[in-house]
């Protein structure tokens, strides 16, 4: 797999490719579908993002406010209160990167400022397309997520996906964001309402290799595999390395998860077969 460099916020870069790369979840919200509750005061915040560095993530990824279908959205001022005093306290005490999980420009510009080096958008620059500009001025890496939540789909996963994360690209390119700073999220869970769309995706991932960035993947917990497996969300994890497992014999390079160790040694196994398949000239995908 070609290794290629992320350039991040405030100097940093990160290699994708070469290994799998873990950014853990780290949700300081009430409501979370998984974790809701669990990391509301800072300091609980911050231990629990401590915890999942030393298991081995690379980014920690804080996010104000719940995503899950149903949700309501919260106001800016309430998001930003959760999530910039964790953001500040991680980059005071930490070497690990930091993401902010959120579509807002104004929240973006904030956390970046507070330390963070990565935004991530769930709505892929379409709800606030001035998050592309804050992108863009910061340097901050930039996570592109497909979404399909409020219009109609096509009726092809991988065009839905192409369409969507064109215009997407289009908003950044003219903002002038970098081609470097760019990875792409497929958006599992996210309005691909049944577990046939969400594994029809899965399956054919590949194919967005033909946009030409690196892909995030965030399958951690999501409903589907609860439907699959008939377990409650905090009891996903075994299911949710089986998807890593295979999203990464297709080329995946991230991975957004709740439980860093269980993923983290699940991609390692997968990481040295690649490496020994490259090496012996046998392909694993």
Do not use: C
């Amino acid at each position: 797999m070609v290794s290629k460099q992320w350039h991040l916020a405030h100097g940093r870069q990160l290699e994708l490719g070469a290994t799998a790369r873990i950014m853990g979840v780290l949700n300081v919200t009430p409501d979370s579908f998984s974790d809701g509750g669990r990391f509301g005061s800072l300091d609980r915040a911050v231990e629990q993002a401590q915890r999942m560095i030393e298991e081995g993530a690379d980014i920690i990824d804080v996010g104000g406010e719940t995503t899950k279908p149903g949700s309501h959205a919260i106001s800016a001022s309430e998001e930003q209160m959760r999530v910039l005093p964790v953001i500040e306290a991680l980059a005071g005490n930490t070497d690990g990167l930091i993401s902010i999980d959120t579509y807002r420009a104004d929240t973006a510009r904030l956390a970046v400022s507070a330390g963070a080096h990565i935004v991530n958008d769930i709505w892929g620059l379409q709800k606030e397309p001035d998050i592309a500009t804050i992108a863009a001025e910061t340097r901050a890496g930039l996570v592109i997520m497909h979404n399909g939540r409020g219009r109609t789909l096509e009726q092809d996963a991988i065009a839905d996906q192409i369409g969507f994360l064109q215009k997407s690209l289009r908003i950044a390119r003219e903002a002038g964001v970098a081609s470097d700073s760019i990875v792409l999220d497929p958006g599992f869970g996210f309005a691909k309402e049944t577990t046939e769309m969400n594994l029809d995706l899965m399956a054919r991932l590949e194919e967005l290799h033909t946009l030409g960035f690196p892909l995030l993947v965030g399958t951690s917990r999501k409903r589907f595999i609860g439907t699959i497996t008939g377990r409650e969300p905090n009891e996903r994890d075994v299911g949710t390395a089986a998807t890593s497992v295979l999203l990464r014999l297709k080329g995946a390079s991230v991975f957004r998860v709740h439980n860093v160790a269980f993923n983290r040694d699940a991609l390692k196994m997968v990481d040295a077969i690649m490496a020994t398949s490259t090496n012996s000239g046998i392909a694993t995908a």
